[in-house]
């Protein structure tokens, strides 16, 4: 059949059923009417983006006709549904009128037309409204209710797009409970189906309709709605969406008032849309930051909800204006205090480090501001193997500690009247190997801060602690034990205390035989033994260890400069002992 002949048919329908008495004009035929002109309109190939619309509002206007017919009495006499039916009517013959007239492309002029179309949008979309408010007020008899069944995994899109469809009517003419129910149903199927998420951005009105649901008085469709927008703002794809639903004001009002499901829901959508700095102002203006902080001030909130508030503000802190106004608003002392806190869940901890680490990045001023608040010392509190604290969030203090510390001439007697080393060389002995990696990182970075450091850890016995890392199985933290002990040993007197354990020399000659001629770690290894070849306790062991031999073909092998220096050095020796003793005979 021809694009005309399809038009005329539909035409021919509308009028003979205009003509009707308004007894016989049923929901059924309504519903008939409506999925022929949606037919038709894909046909039209003038003025694209106005039909698109139309045609989405016909398939809103569908969809809650098919509510209608499922959940009521057919024989419906209600005056204010009979009178919307009889204008539906109305509408539907204008809209194949124009539809003939765009296919025949018989229009007398394109703005006329435009706005013809326009209107015929706006009645239609007028008319879903006007059911959704009969329906919500039970103008209309609810004997019930024919529900779609899910479509099994692999259906067609079409039939996935004819359940959504049922869900979105539902949304728009149902009652609480049908409106929660459509609510759970579309968050289980795109919990398993990514797909229905893609079909459902692309219906109008769809997310609008999720939008609108999070500012309900009902607490179970508000919680409901927010998982549902936080599921799709997973998709990078969609936020935009979101965005242009208008959904920022609604989820800053559900995290001042909703429920704490609901918040984190809400949270968790935030974080997604702020990810894109676009959006940070936007949250800021509807007053995001200061719900956000006031959340983050109560430590019984609970964890999850403030690590998520936590991580939207660490996301707007890349904007200076909103990060001045953070400050503004106590942000440094709330994020401090909830540090110290022992009612604060770990993530809750962990987070607020995070957000102070980024506060200060590249931010003097802030960084001092923090020191100022007493934030190392609450960071060094986190590494107080007395307190529960999660391995991460004892990686994160000490990245904290060594950001705020590192430029500050008096930061280790500052750290060492905290207890910090204290905590050090508590975890080097007892703590699981993921915690003594991190002592060692903490050894690592102090040996690099001043000579008083590396005297100061050489007395607290952290030297043994290092040779204990040189044969581990990580090829970082050996290289990094290997580092920290040769800077450490540069220090004369950590050098003689060094040697004087006989083990120590022993165990570093020993090593020599289980690396690669070329590794980074055996040229460190060279290089402490160097170091110690200055003291004459360590020259003799070396020289009657056996391991000579082995340093000489080092020497010869690769060229190493400081395998050259040792067999010189201990040469040169052996040389003046051996001439000492002619002297002396």
């Not at 002109?37 to 809650?64: G, M, P, T, Y």
């Not at 949270?267 to 956000?292: I, M, P, Q, R, Y």
């Not at 950590?494 to 690669?516: A, I, P, T």
Request: net charge neutral; charged share 25%.
């Amino acid at each position: 059949m021809g694009e005309k002949s399809r038009s005329y048919s539909t035409s021919k329908q509308v009028q003979e059923s205009a003509e009707e008495s308004l007894e016989k004009r049923s929901i059924e035929h309504a519903i008939q009417l409506i999925s022929s002109l949606i037919s038709v309109s894909h046909s039209i190939r003038v003025f694209a983006v106005k039909w698109q619309c139309i045609r989405d509002r016909l398939e809103e206007l569908l969809s809650s006709l098919t509510v209608i017919e499922n959940c009521c009495d057919n024989s419906i006499e209600n005056p204010s549904f009979i009178r919307t039916l009889k204008s539906i009517f109305s509408a539907l013959k204008e809209c194949d009128d124009l539809a003939k007239t765009c296919l025949g492309l018989s229009y007398s002029g394109k703005l006329l037309m435009q706005s013809d179309l326009d209107i015929v949008c706006g009645r239609l979309s007028d008319y879903t409204k006007s059911l959704s408010d009969i329906y919500t007020l039970g103008l209309l008899t609810q004997n019930y209710a024919i529900v779609l069944s899910r479509p099994n995994l692999g259906a067609s899109k079409d039939d996935m797009k004819l359940y959504v469809m049922d869900l979105l009517s539902r949304f728009k003419i149902g009652c609480a409970d049908m409106k929660r129910d459509a609510l759970i149903s579309f968050n289980e199927v795109i919990q398993e189906d990514e797909k229905y998420v893609k079909i459902a951005v692309e219906i109008a009105s769809f997310v609008s309709s999720l939008v609108n649901f999070l500012d309900s008085n009902e607490n179970e469709i508000q919680q409901e709605a927010a998982k549902a927008v936080s599921v799709i703002a997973r998709i990078g794809n969609y936020r935009g969406v979101l965005i242009g639903g208008g959904i920022i004001a609604p989820l800053i009002r559900v995290l001042e008032s909703g429920s704490q499901l609901s918040k984190e829901f809400a949270a968790k959508c935030l974080l997604k849309l702020t990810e894109n700095s676009d959006n940070a102002w936007s949250v800021s203006a509807h007053g995001g930051v200061t719900a956000l902080l006031k959340i983050c001030s109560h430590c019984d909130c609970g964890g999850e909800l403030v690590g998520l508030a936590c991580g939207v503000l660490k996301n707007l802190v890349g904007v200076e204006e909103i990060k001045k106004f953070m400050v503004e608003e106590d942000a440094i002392p709330i994020f401090i205090k909830l540090l110290r806190s022992r009612d604060a869940a770990a993530v809750s901890q962990i987070s607020s480090i995070d957000f102070l680490l980024t506060m200060a990045s590249g931010d003097e001023t802030t960084r001092q501001m923090i020191i100022k608040e007493g934030g190392v010392c609450a960071l060094v509190r986190v590494l107080d193997p007395k307190l529960p604290f999660p391995s991460k969030a004892r990686e994160m203090a000490l990245k904290g500690i060594m950001s705020f510390c590192f430029s500050k001439a008096n930061s280790f007697n500052t750290l060492l009247n905290y207890g910090f080393l204290d905590h050090i060389m508590y975890f080097f002995h007892y703590g699981d190997v993921s915690v003594q990696e991190l002592a060692l990182k903490a050894a690592f970075w102090l040996s690099g801060t001043s000579e008083e450091a590396k005297k100061t850890m050489g007395d607290a016995g952290v030297l043994p602690e290092l040779v204990k890392f040189l044969d581990s199985k990580s090829l970082e933290v050996c290289e990094m034990a290997a580092e920290t002990l040769y800077s450490m040993i540069l220090v004369p007197k950590n050098r003689k205390k060094f040697v004087q354990n006989d083990k120590n020399v022993g165990f570093l000659l020993q090593m020599l035989d289980h690396l690669e001629i070329n590794s980074g770690n055996k040229k460190l290894l060279l290089s402490i033994l160097m170091s110690l070849t200055s003291c004459n306790s360590a020259r003799k062991k070396i020289a009657n260890s056996g391991y000579l031999k082995k340093i000489e073909k080092i020497a010869e092998s690769d060229h190493n400069s400081d395998a050259k220096k040792i067999v010189r050095k201990l040469s040169s020796n052996r040389f003046r002992s051996i001439f000492n003793g002619l002297w002396h005979s």
